[in-house]
């Protein structure tokens, strides 16, 4: 989305047939938004046909306006320039897709190339990711009405997995961690932050069921015959695992998947830049 006040940068002359033949970034221009003419006809009452012309306006793509330097050596010229050769490395670009058990090459459209670099440029970095994390800080550094900061969680998770700690005493910090991050509103950054991490285990999870179901002589296979889920003609190992995990949860399977790999996008970011992405991230990048 653009951010407020933001002029919109339309995107055109990038139709999916000569995008071969352009240059990266080219076809991106900073003007308003054209309008097209169509020709009506009418009868005008005496038997005649006359004409009038009828604007319609474009719904062309469109590239949010950069507003916020990246640094002192990088300013929003330098950065448009740097986010019009990203877009138009995705025009470009032919990513191998699964699509139905099959490898397949894929294309990004104009949009969705408008969407991936707006998320980049416009959402992770500028005025709305400054918000997001000077909010963070303040919230973070507040006390609740009982004297506990937002770190008492953290502070008492990291003391639960310390092994040289009895176990009693890990337990309680374990606890006492639970408790407190449940008290963070859902809809503050920092539950959002939480959500985000426990997606992303969640995911990791699911993918070493998925990955140990497939090992030779693995243990799951055993346990999922006696459950009443073989494999056959049409059904994998990796569907097995999967039908039995639904089933348990009284859940359908695309449910079970939808939900197992929400965070696989922001799984893909964080393989990429590490855990310190996921505090710049908005909130709506577990939908992208």
Do not use: W
């Not at 506990?148 to 040289?164: M, N």
């Not at 991050?181 to 070493?208: G, W, Y």
């Amino acid at each position: 989305m653009p951010l407020p006040g933001a002029r919109a940068i339309p995107v055109e002359g990038l139709d999916s047939e000569d995008t071969e033949e352009d240059d990266p970034g080219t076809g991106i221009e900073e003007e308003d938004e054209e309008e097209d003419e169509e020709e009506d006809e009418e009868e005008d009452g005496e038997g005649g046909v006359t004409s009038r012309k009828r604007r319609k306006r474009s719904s062309e793509p469109h590239l949010s306006e950069l507003t916020l330097a990246m640094t002192s050596e990088v300013d929003t010229g330098e950065l448009t320039v740097k986010r019009h050769a990203f877009f138009g490395g995705l025009l470009h670009l032919k990513p191998k897709v699964k699509i139905n058990n099959k490898m397949e090459t894929a294309k990004f459209s104009t949009d969705e190339a408008v969407d991936i670099t707006n998320f980049f440029f416009a959402e992770m970095m500028g005025a709305a990711c400054l918000s997001r994390l000077s909010s963070l800080v303040r919230y973070y550094a507040s006390d609740d009405e009982d004297g506990l900061d937002k770190g008492a969680a953290a502070r008492a998770s990291t003391l639960a997995q310390d092994s040289e700690t009895p176990l009693s005493i890990r337990r309680f910090f374990g606890a006492f961690s639970k408790v407190q991050e449940s008290r963070n509103p859902s809809s503050s950054h920092l539950a959002q932050m939480q959500q985000t991490l426990l997606s992303i285990k969640l995911l990791d999870q699911f993918n070493v069921l998925g990955q140990k179901v497939q090992e030779p002589n693995s243990s799951l296979l055993p346990f999922l015959t006696q459950q009443g889920f073989s494999t056959k003609k049409g059904v994998g190992k990796q569907s097995c695992i999967i039908n039995y995990l639904a089933k348990s949860l009284d859940i359908s399977t695309v449910v079970l998947q939808n939900t197992c790999q929400a965070a696989q996008g922001v799984s893909g970011l964080v393989e990429q830049f590490g855990f310190g992405v996921i505090p710049i991230l908005p909130p709506s990048a577990m939908n992208k």
